[in-house]
């Protein structure tokens, strides 16, 4: 199949790639030319594993290309998948500025009957609205699908070559089958539906997963109380297939492009049709509160964190990826920094992004872990990269200031922690707490 790709963020170009890696003809359009050079020439602008081979690969092969050029994108293309992305407004709404200016593009370029995908996540009533718009300005055919994406940052290409489900929505039965089509290379789970329910079900299954996530966090904070352990709790609940083992892993909260961006968005469409989506607010309230838990942590061992040195491990919102969009790392070192502590902050891959969001003179940015740690009166883990749980734990307490290590991801176990004497502290496990004591003992 012929298929030009508009947008090459996450979604588009990981589409795009995938698309070309079975076979069919793939240009991915994107107006910014730096990217578009980057990219033919094999550079891939965002880090995600497997990626850059994948795209070299079937560019040199022929099957994939790249180009500024949306005309004739269009044009020698049979199906147009719309990828471009719908950032919050300071409401919470969606921003559809960037679909309806893509949707007028393709509609002044189009030659003869084209299959039009919405990938991009898009409120209720939007591919009605795109629909309109091109009817407007063009006499050629046409049909809308709305193929919503359900991608991991960090594991994308494996997602998209093994999704749980494809969701086709439209209303034509003969582009439902030509969409299909293309994706039964992938799956057989294929869930065709009208499109306001395709829009949907993307929306309802991020919540639905941002809630999993809030409510054992819920469930960490009640343990820490009452002395119950939240991994074992969460693999006894897990094994329930009602419910599942999966978004059951108890730490400082969800981040990324996505679920924040997402949740208040359904609130907004809620709000809009006069529904207030009490669950769904709680959930959002849960997650903003759960990241300042390891403030919290620092505070019960140090009180003041005037001119305490504090080394921060992981800025990416979660490991395999460099989106800092919305990372809990953001408001932990900001609420940091106002209170007077120092910073030394490191993470693999995420630094030069997060430098974007997050600069400041009390902050240090070290080339590795151990860097990070050497000379810190205390240690926190905000993303959970292998190689932090690889680091010799005795290692890390002899260049420490102070043996003090806050776990937000509960990556570490009480055999690695046996022969040291940090002061420790993870998310819903206090039999796992050790050397609790007085502040005056950890003097500045």
Not at 193 to 216: H, Q, V
Not at 302 to 324: C, H
Not at 375 to 385: H, I, K, N
Not at 402 to 415: C, H, K
Request: hydrophobic residues 40%.
């Amino acid at each position: 199949m012929k298929i030009a790709v508009i947008g090459t963020g996450y979604v588009g170009l990981v589409s795009g790639v995938c698309f070309s890696e079975l076979g069919n003809q793939v240009i991915c359009v994107d107006k910014m030319e730096h990217k578009i050079e980057m990219l033919r020439n094999g550079e891939v602008p965002i880090y995600e594993p497997g990626l850059q081979d994948l795209l070299v690969k079937n560019a040199s092969e022929g099957r994939l290309s790249f180009t500024t050029d949306l005309l004739d994108a269009v044009q020698q293309s049979d199906i147009i998948i719309i990828a471009v992305g719908t950032p919050s407004l300071p409401n919470g709404e969606a921003n559809l500025s960037f679909i309806e200016q893509v949707a007028h593009d393709i509609a002044q370029s189009m030659n003869g009957y084209k299959i039009v995908v919405t990938k991009s996540t898009v409120p209720v009533g939007t591919n009605h609205r795109i629909k309109q718009l091109i009817s407007k300005l063009t006499n050629h055919p046409f049909d809308i699908v709305s193929v919503p994406e359900f991608l991991r940052e960090g594991s994308a290409i494996k997602d998209t070559f093994n999704p749980d489900r494809v969701v086709i929505g439209t209303e034509c039965e003969a582009a439902a089958e030509r969409i299909a089509e293309l994706h039964r290379p992938l799956s057989d789970k294929i869930v065709v539906t009208d499109i306001r329910s395709a829009e949907m079900i993307k929306y309802a299954s991020n919540a639905f997963l941002a809630t999993k996530i809030s409510f054992i966090n819920e469930i960490a904070n009640i343990c820490e109380k009452v002395g119950a352990d939240v991994t074992n709790v969460a693999e006894g609940m897990g094994f329930d297939h009602r419910i599942g083992h999966s978004f059951l892993k108890a730490g400082i909260g969800y981040g990324g492009s996505c679920f924040p961006k997402d949740t208040q968005a359904l609130i907004q469409i809620a709000g809009n049709v006069d529904y207030e989506f009490k669950l769904l607010k709680s959930v959002v309230d849960v997650n903003r509160d759960q990241r300042f838990s390891i403030i919290s942590k620092l505070e019960t061992i140090f009180g003041s964190f005037s001119n305490r040195t504090i080394a921060i491990w992981g800025l990416a919102f979660k490991p395999n990826t460099d989106d800092v969009r919305d990372a809990p790392a953001i408001e932990i070192i900001h609420e940091l920094v106002q209170r007077g502590a120092k910073i030394r902050a490191y993470d693999p891959i995420a630094t030069a992004n997060f430098r974007q969001w997050v600069d400041h003179a009390s902050i240090t940015w070290c080339e590795d872990a151990l860097q990070a740690a050497s000379g810190a009166d205390a240690l926190c883990l905000l993303t959970e990269w292998p190689e932090f749980e690889q680091v010799e734990l005795s290692l890390l307490q002899s260049i420490m200031n102070q043996p003090v290590l806050i776990d937000g991801r509960n990556v570490f176990t009480e055999e690695k922690l046996a022969s040291t004497d940090f002061i420790y502290s993870s998310i819903g496990r206090p039999n796992m707490n050790r050397g609790e004591i007085l502040r005056t003992a950890l003097p500045l």
